[in-house]
């Protein structure tokens, strides 16, 4: 890991085919593997669901660009949290985590782990104090999402990790919205680093998969005794894609920042909106820490509406670059209104979104393309 981001993002775990000299390592659709004699295994490939080149080539990519030692990659996001979790707590345990994350991280806690008797509780990470008053004995795991989704919070990596370590309790950081290019958790003191590959990573709107980097060796051991187990696992292609996607991540990362953050100077002060969101904005209350622990403040962003709800729906169907849609992080820029899509499921609870807000994903389009299409919707 000497090398720069970009040169790793292309090479780490991408060495070309020895048997032909294919730059790009084949993609192995097979589900098992012929052995040599009984136990007598070829790379110590058995069955696809225990491994799968393919896969091993992405987990060694995201090692490589997170700074890690161990990477496992799953079907989707939240299957990757889900074995983080089981693979780390027992009835009993307790879970601290921002109140502002996204909807089905708390939804996965509340409603499937609470009933194996697994407590959850949410606080203001931007404020330290409130962080250390929710800590218990019994939490074991200090769920930190930065910038958070959909209010873009920054919370202080470093200083909340080492809160969690004062109580025994594992940090664990959801890098999605920053991407392992403008944040590294793990340097920053986290123990554990999860991903929606789907977003950033894959980047084009095609793939869909999960990700847990981390460097302790007993913990990793779980977490991959749990892949194999569970069998959740990234599929072949869909562990390509993301490869593929992984190796323009620096090129598109700077792009969706550049353009996120010509968008947010833009909207600062428009007659209609009470609120623009962004990390980058120096009045941000998360600005001067987002500039330390970040390489840039990232593509997303979110609006609030002095008029309420009706007119943030009406915005979020009156765009035409923007797509209304679920998701984020793809080349095109996408519109969501998370009260009743990202984040329905937190309606009623501590977490509840404002009903004004939108939510944009900035793609990498021309950005006066982006800035006029939000400002036509706006005048809708």
Known sequence: MTNDFSTRAIHDGQEFDPSTGAVTPPVYFTSTFVQKAIGDL??????????????DNLQAQLASLENGRFAYSFASGLAAEDALLRSVLAPGDHVLMGNDVYGGTHRLVKRLYNGWG???????????????????????????ETPSNPLM?????????????ERGALAVVDNTFASPFLQNPLTLGADVVVHSITK?????????????????????????FTQFAAGAVSGPMDAWLTTRGIKTLSL????????????????VGHPKLSAVLYPGLEDHPGHELAKRQ?????????????????????????????????SLGGVESLVNYPSEMTHASVRGTELEVPANLVR??????????LIDDVLSALKA
Do not use: C
């Not at 609006?303 to 009706?310: N, P, S």
């Open 42 to 55: 070829r790379g110590g490939y058995e069955y696809a669901r225990g491994a799968n080149p393919t896969r």
């Open 118 to 144: 697994i407590g959850l509780s949410v606080a203001d990470f931007a404020n330290l104090e409130a962080v250390k008053s929710a800590l218990t004995d019994s939490t074991k795991i200090v769920w930190i």
């Open 153 to 165: 919070k920054i919370t202080d990596i470093a200083a909340v990790a080492k809160l969690a370590h």
């Open 200 to 224: 950033y990573l894959g980047g084009h709107s095609d793939v869909l998969g999960g990700a847990v980097i981390l460097n302790d060796e007993e913990l990793a051991s779980r977490v991959g």
């Open 252 to 267: 598109r990362m700077e792009r969706h920042s550049e353009n996120a953050g010509a968008l947010a100077e833009a909207l």
């Open 294 to 326: 970040m390489r840039g403040f990232g593509g997303m962003l979110s609006i609030a509406f002095k008029d309420g709800e009706v007119a943030a729906r009406k915005f979020a169907e009156s765009t035409k670059i923007f797509q209304l849609a679920e």
């Open 360 to 369: 944009l994903s900035v793609g990498i389009e021309s950005a006066k393309d």
